[in-house]
């Protein structure tokens, strides 16, 4: 198993690999938290987009409520959970998104834009490991 000082969740869908790892504290965005909680996650920190998070990580709300993407300055990094999918750099399936439209998902990420972002590290499909604000752009 291996052990790390903080993980932090997208969305409660990728809660089941925090039981891969022993870490010292699980943190999750408010409308994640309770849905990790009954699958037997142990959040310990509940935050809001916006808050400040460990290593100066910043979390951006998404048009799908219980997601964020979080940008990882220290490594140039934007890392999602399902509302980008990789190989090529595409947004999720509309029918992923509930109420709310690939419009709405693309407004809710342009903020992301306004970051020097290198990379993109998906969760499904190959990541974009150059030029990750272009790729961004090219989605958005």
Known sequence: ???????LVTVYWHG?????????RVWAPSRSAQPLRN????????????DELPGGIRAFQ???KAEVVY?????GAVAVGDVLLGSPLRLCPASW???????????SLRPVLELPVERVLV???EPVLRDGHAALAAVL
């Open 1 to 7: 198993m291996r052990r790390a000082e903080h993980v």
């Open 97 to 107: 998104l509930g109420k709310q439209t690939h419009d709405d998902l693309r407004a």
């Open 71 to 75: 940008w990882l300055p220290e490594q």
């Open 16 to 24: 089941r690999t925090t039981r891969d790892v022993d870490a010292e």
């Open 62 to 64: 998404t048009a799908r």
């Open 123 to 125: 969760s499904h499909g």
């Open 39 to 50: 699958r037997g996650i142990g959040v310990t920190d509940v935050f809001r987009a916006g």
